[in-house]
């Protein structure tokens, strides 16, 4: 199947971030796509529709009855050798969580999208990223993207990394729910040549569910053997930091994109005293509270995290080393954990232990169901992560920002 370069390429389109990583479906000729309503993901099932019925599309498209046969379906399409697309939002996500779980250890490389929303009860169709970070520790690899462009690319280079042979994991697309899957913003469109060349068709070799080919998926094995398999899929997750670099840099050369890391983004941060990291959209207000700030001679600067699994190490290990402390957002929680942070900063404190020196820190919950992280909420911030810069410490590790009284 081939685009028409008058339609969807080699042009700037302004498009939502849904509409983004559906155009992706047609230009990496994806084969299988399942869908199931469910706000805000279901904005790539509108787009894919509209795709299919303008002839620019052509795949089998199937509307499942529930999310957990969605991701079924495409479960076992991409084992008969088919690229594939599907995804969900919130509890939706959750529904399916049985075939997400055994997807990772039958090592297909699902690629889904989660319109990051509030978990039901009480519910919200905004942002929170907790949705797709119940997966983080089965063996999905998990990008976030702040941009419709960056959706684009992302769509291209999670076929790309969990088609790889040397992979073969599924991995999620995070796109914070309105704030991306609704708003619009320019894209520069790779060509469809362009594509091509990045994204090699899915072949699973011998590893191919068919007829001809005698093998077993999806085994259960006795207690002796599990624990070998879980090493299998846990060298795989290993294996994907190289992947992904190279697939980074052949993406650079190819699209003449430039980004210099692919697992993280540092904004002003060259001769920061403070930072704050965070994930996916906060990207916009943190960036003009930066600028604003240095406006009035604070240095301040930005980290954002783009790959939270493989989780980026060594990169922050380098990069936030070196500030005299760090404020880390989070847009999710987890409830009980270890001063009582949110899954970000608990990860990123974990990253640090070994570091010298290990710069003091600070975690924020800020943004939960959709709520605006605001400049204002961004100055907050960096302020009491000044405070910790000047004490050394945090009197209180974890804070809530922009909650009502």
């Given at each position: 199947?081939?685009?028409?370069?008058?339609?969807?390429?080699e042009k700037e389109q302004l498009i939502s971030g849904s509409e983004a990583i559906a155009i992706a479906c047609a230009m990496a000729d994806?084969?299988?796509?399942?869908?199931?309503?469910?706000?805000?993901?279901?904005?790539?099932?509108?787009?894919?529709?509209?795709?299919?019925?303008?002839?620019?599309?052509?795949?089998?498209?199937?509307?499942?009855?529930?999310?957990?046969?969605?991701?079924?379906?495409?479960?076992?399409?991409?084992?008969?050798?088919?690229?594939?697309?599907?995804?969900?939002?919130?509890?939706?996500?959750?529904?399916?969580?049985?075939?997400?779980?055994?997807?990772?250890?039958?090592?297909?490389?699902?690629?889904?999208?989660?319109?990051?929303?509030?978990?039901?009860?009480?519910?919200?169709?905004?942002?929170?990223?907790?949705?797709?970070?119940?997966?983080?520790?089965?063996?999905?690899?998990?990008?976030?993207?702040?941009?419709?462009?960056?959706?684009?690319?992302?769509?291209?280079?999670?076929?790309?990394?969990?088609?790889?042979?040397?992979?073969?994991?599924?991995?999620?697309?995070?796109?914070?729910?309105?704030?991306?899957?609704?708003?619009?913003?320019?894209?520069?469109?790779?060509?469809?040549?362009?594509?091509?060349?990045?994204?090699?068709?899915?072949d699973r070799g011998d590893f191919v569910l068919h007829p001809d080919n005698p093998i077993t998926i999806a085994p259960q094995v006795n207690?002796?053997?599990?624990?070998?398999?879980?090493?299998?899929?846990?060298?795989?997750?290993?294996?994907?930091?190289?992947?992904?670099?190279?697939?980074?840099?052949?993406?650079?050369?190819?699209?003449?994109?430039?980004?210099?890391?692919?697992?993280?983004?540092?904004?002003?941060?060259?001769?920061?005293?403070?930072?704050?990291?965070?994930?996916?959209?906060?990207?916009?207000?943190?960036?003009?509270?930066?600028?604003?700030?240095?406006?009035?001679?604070?240095?301040?600067?930005?980290?954002?995290?783009?790959?939270?699994?493989?989780?980026?190490?060594?990169?922050?290990?380098?990069?936030?080393?070196?500030?005299?402390?760090?404020?880390?957002i989070d847009r999710d929680y987890s409830l009980g954990a270890p001063q009582n942070g949110g899954v970000l900063y608990t990860e990123i404190?974990?990253?640090?232990?070994?570091?010298?020196?290990?710069?003091?820190?600070?975690?924020?919950?800020?943004?939960?169901?959709?709520?605006?992280?605001?400049?204002?909420?961004?100055?907050?911030?960096?302020?009491?992560?000044?405070?910790?810069?000047?004490?050394?410490?945090?009197?209180?590790?974890?804070?809530?920002?922009?909650?009502?009284?």
């Open positions: 199947m081939t685009i028409s370069t008058t339609d969807i390429r994806v084969d299988v796509i399942t869908a199931y309503p469910i706000r805000p993901y279901d904005t790539v099932m509108q787009f894919v529709s509209k795709l299919i019925a303008d002839g620019t599309l052509s795949c089998e498209y199937i509307i499942a009855e529930s999310e957990h046969s969605q991701f079924e379906i495409v479960k076992h399409a991409s084992a008969v050798g088919a690229r594939v697309f599907t995804g969900s939002s919130g509890v939706g996500w959750f529904y399916a969580f049985e075939a997400l779980a055994v997807t990772c250890g039958l090592r297909l490389p699902m690629v889904a999208m989660v319109g990051n929303r509030a978990l039901d009860d009480p519910g919200a169709f905004g942002t929170e990223h907790n949705d797709a970070l119940a997966v983080r520790d089965l063996g999905w690899m998990l990008r976030w993207v702040d941009t419709a462009e960056e959706a684009m690319d992302a769509a291209f280079m999670a076929w790309r990394v969990a088609e790889d042979p040397r992979i073969y994991l599924p991995c999620a697309i995070s796109t914070d729910g309105a704030f991306l899957t609704h708003s619009q913003q320019i894209v520069q469109m790779p060509s469809q040549e362009q594509v091509d060349e990045f994204l090699p068709p899915y207690e002796d053997w599990l624990i070998e398999i879980r090493r299998q899929t846990d060298a795989a997750m290993r294996r994907a930091r190289d992947v992904i670099i190279e697939a980074q840099d052949d993406m650079n050369r190819i699209f003449n994109r430039e980004e210099e890391d692919p697992f993280i983004e540092e904004y002003m941060t060259e001769d920061a005293d403070v930072v704050l990291v965070g994930m996916g959209t906060l990207s916009l207000p943190l960036k003009v509270t930066v600028r604003r700030l240095r406006e009035q001679g604070k240095k301040v600067g930005f980290v954002r995290v783009k790959w939270f699994r493989p989780f980026p190490a060594p990169e922050l290990q380098v990069a936030l080393s070196k500030f005299k402390a760090i404020g880390i404190r974990s990253a640090l232990y070994d570091v010298t020196p290990r710069p003091p820190m600070i975690g924020f919950i800020c943004g939960l169901g959709g709520r605006e992280v605001t400049v204002d909420s961004s100055t907050e911030m960096f302020d009491k992560t000044f405070e910790v810069a000047e004490t050394g410490h945090a009197e209180e590790p974890l804070l809530w920002i922009g909650v009502r009284s």
